[in-house]
C-alpha cells in the first residue's frame, strides 16, 4: 500500500498495535470523557456482535492502566481524548474478563471452566501488576493451589487494597454463555441456565462479590457488555448497582461508523470510490439505537470486510455480504420452535419490520412473549429503531446485508417443517443462470415450484400468499450469488416486488429482472387469475416507466401468478 495512507483495521482490535503501526483508528475517545462524568461508575452497554466493542475495551484499558501511564502521550495524544485528559487517566488497576468459550455442555462442565476462567484471570492480573503488589508469587501460588473459583476474586481484590490502588472491571461478552444456554434449552438434562444464573449459582455469585467490591470502593469503576440484556434481569438481586446506557441517546454513536466517519476512513486509508459499485448505506448503514439518536451508524465490521476487498484487490470486491456475519443460526433456532416466534419472525419479513414495545431487560423465562422476541432481535442487530409509533417503536431491518439473514432463516425454518422439500445447488445455480444469459426465468421458476413449494406442508401453507412467495425467492435467488436480489426496490412510482440486479463482480451477466408477483387459491377461478396477471401488467409498466429503469435494452420483466402450491402462469413483458 501506498506510504501516505494508513492501514486498514480489518479483523484488529489490539489499539496499541492500531495507534503504533499506522493503522487507521475512528476517534471514538470523547466517549471515554463522557463516561467518566456519568454519575454511576457502574455501566452496563450492549452491542451488536462485531460492532466495535472489543476495540472499544482495549482503548479503555490503555487510557486507564496505571501500568501505561509512561504511553500516554504516543497512544492518546493525537486523540480527543488526548487533548482533553480527564482527572481518572491512568490510574487503574484493569481486571478484564472474557466470558466466551466457556463449557456449556453440562453443569458441571460449565461450573468447572467458569472457576477456571476467573482464577486464570486474577492469576494473570496479580502477575500484571506484581511491581506494586506485596507477595504476588505467593498469591498466584495460593490460587494455583487451592483452586478457589470465585474465591480467588478476593484475592485479587485483596491484593491491589493492599498496594492503596484502585480496580477497574472491564467484562466483555457477559452474556457469551448465557446465548449458548438459551440455545441448548434443557439437552443437558437440566435446566443449567437457571441453576447457574438465575438461581444462587455460580454466576450469580461471581456478580454479589464484584457488587460487595464496588461498594466498598476497591473495584471504583465498571464496564459491562454483551450482545442482549436476557442476563440482566436474572442478576437484578445480585448485581443491581450498574446503570444501562445501551439506549441513551447520546451514546448512540459510541460504537458503529457514521457516514462521515465512513467517508473519512476511506480517504485515509486510500479506497478507490470508483471501485464502490453498490449503494453503502443501503447495504451496511441503518443502525439506530435511540429514536433521537443524531445519525444512523454503520456495522463497522461489514464496512470494514467490503473495503479490505477494495484494496486487496484493487478493484470491485468479490464478496458483498460477509458471510461470516451469518449470526449463529442455533441461537435462534430454539426461539423459532414457538409457534408465535415463528409468526413474528413471518411478519418481519413480509412487512419489512414490526411495531413492538422494546424492553431493556427481560427474563429468560418469557423469550417465548412477542415483544421480548422483538426486543431480542433488535439487540442482535437483526432489527433497528426507525421511529416511534405512540409508547412503541416501529423497528426496520436495518439493512441488505440483515435481509440475507432472514431469507436464510425463513429457508431453514421451512426445510425443519417440510422435510421433503430440497435444495440441489448446482440445478437451482443452473436454473439461475438461464435467467441471467438467456433470458429464460421460467427454469428458475420451475425449479422452487417442483423442490420447495409443491413440498410444503399444511402448516407452511398457512403462510403461503405473495409476501411469502417474495422472501422464498429472494433466499433462492441470493444462494447462486449471480444476482444481487432487491425486495419491495423503489422505481416512483411504486416499488417492484423482486428487482434481480446483476452482482457487480459479473458484468458479463446479459439480463436484468423485474418479477412482480401474485398468488391465488387453487380454486381460482380463469378470470381471477387474469385479473391478476392484469393488475402486475399494469404495475410493471409503471416501473419500466420510471427514470431509474426506463429505457433499458439489458432488461426483462415478467408476472408470475403463482396458483395453490402445484401450479403458476409466467406472463413476460
Known amino acids: 500500500m501506498d506510504t501516505k495512507f494508513k492501514r486498514l483495521p480489518y479483523g484488529n482490535s489490539d489499539f496499541r498495535r492500531i495507534i503504533l503501526e499506522n493503522y487507521a483508528y475512528v476517534d471514538k475517545t470523547m466517549y471515554i470523557e463522557m463516561l467518566e462524568k456519568e454519575a454511576n461508575p457502574n455501566q452496563f452497554f450492549i452491542r451488536p456482535r462485531k460492532f466495535g466493542k472489543s476495540l472499544f475495551f482495549m482503548t479503555l484499558w490503555y487510557y486507564y492502566d496505571l501500568n501505561r501511564a509512561n504511553e500516554f502521550e504516543i497512544l492518546f495524544g493525537n486523540l480527543y481524548i488526548g487533548k482533553h485528559p480527564t482527572p481518572e487517566r491512568n490510574s487503574y488497576a484493569i481486571l478484564q474478563f472474557d466470558f466466551s468459550g466457556l463449557d456449556t455442555s453440562s453443569e458441571q462442565g460449565f461450573v468447572k471452566s467458569f472457576s477456571n476462567s476467573v482464577e486464570l484471570t486474577i492469576r494473570s492480573f ?61 439437552m443437558a438434562g437440566t435446566d443449567i441456565y437457571k441453576t447457574m444464573i438465575a438461581a444462587n449459582g455460580i454466576v450469580r455469585d461471581f456478580y454479589e462479590k464484584l457488587k460487595n467490591a464496588a461498594k466498598s470502593s476497591i473495584v471504583n469503576r465498571t464496564f459491562i457488555t ?31 461508523f457514521t457516514q462521515e466517519e465512513v467517508e473519512w476512513l476511506m480517504r485515509e486509508t ?13 447495504y451496511y448503514d441503518g443502525y439506530l439505537f435511540n429514536a433521537d439518536g443524531k445519525h444512523c451508524v454503520y456495522n463497522p465490521a461489514m464496512i470494514l470486510y467490503f473495503f479490505e476487498q477494495i484494496l486487496r484487490n484493487d478493484g470491485p470486491p468479490k464478496n458483498i455480504v460477509d458471510l461470516n456475519m451469518q449470526i449463529d443460526y442455533g441461537r435462534l433456532r430454539r426461539l423459532f420452535k414457538n409457534e408465535s416466534n415463528r409468526e413474528t419472525l413471518l411478519q418481519i419479513v413480509k412487512e419489512g419490520g414490526i411495531v413492538s414495545e422494546l424492553l431493556q431487560k427481560f427474563p429468560i423465562d418469557m423469550l417465548e412473549d412477542d415483544s421480548q422476541f422483538v426486543s431480542l432481535l ?27 439473514l432472514y431469507w436464510d432463516y425463513i429457508v431453514r425454518m421451512v426445510h425443519e417443517t417440510s422435510p421433503l422439500m430440497t435444495i440441489q445447488s448446482q440445478p437451482l445455480n443452473e436454473s439461475i443462470i438461464a435467467a441471467a444469459m438467456e433470458g429464460d426465468i421460467n427454469r428458475f421458476i420451475e425449479y422452487v415450484s417442483k423442490n420447495a413449494f409443491s413440498k410444503f406442508s399444511d402448516q407452511d401453507l398457512k403462510h403461503f400468499d405473495e409476501k411469502y412467495i417474495q422472501a422464498l425467492l429472494l433466499a433462492y435467488l441470493f444462494m447462486s450469488k449471480i444476482y444481487v436480489p ?71 420483466a415478467a408476472v408470475i401468478v403463482f396458483i395453490g402450491k402445484n401450479k403458476y402462469e409466467i406472463k413476460e413483458l
Open 378 to 404: 433488535f439487540y442482535m442487530g437483526l432489527l433497528t429503531i426507525k421511529g416511534s409509533y405512540l409508547n412503541q417503536m416501529r423497528l426496520e431491518i436495518p439493512n441488505y446485508s440483515v435481509k440475507t
Open 126 to 186: 496479580i502477575d500484571t501488576y506484581r511491581s506494586i503488589i506485596p507477595d504476588s508469587a505467593a498469591l498466584i501460588q495460593r490460587i494455583d493451589q487451592t483452586r478457589p473459583g470465585n474465591g480467588a476474586l478476593q484475592i485479587g481484590f485483596e491484593a491491589i487494597k493492599s498496594a492503596g490502588k484502585k480496580i477497574f472491571v472491564i467484562i466483555d461478552e457477559y452474556d457469551h454463555f448465557a446465548n449458548d444456554l438459551i440455545a441448548m434449552g434443557n
Open 226 to 256: 454483551g450482545i442482549s440484556p436476557v442476563m440482566l434481569d436474572d442478576l437484578t438481586s445480585g448485581y443491581n448497582i450498574a446503570v444501562v446506557l445501551t439506549m441513551e441517546p447520546k451514546y448512540n454513536e459510541m460504537m458503529g
Open 486 to 556: 432487491m425486495s419491495e426496490y423503489e422505481t416512483v412510482p411504486g416499488r417492484t416486488d423482486i428487482y434481480l440486479q446483476r452482482d457487480p463482480r459479473l458484468p458479463q451477466v446479459k439480463w436484468e429482472w423485474i418479477l412482480e408477483l401474485k398468488y391465488c387459491k387453487t380454486k381460482a377461478k380463469p378470470n381471477e387469475i387474469a385479473k391478476l396477471q392484469k393488475e402486475g401488467e399494469e404495475q410493471i409498466k409503471q416501473y419500466l416507466g420510471s427514470h431509474r429503469l426506463g429505457n433499458r435494452s439489458d432488461l426483462k
Open 270 to 282: 486510500g479506497v478507490n470510490p470508483e471501485h464502490i459499485k453498490i449503494d453503502m448505506p443501503a
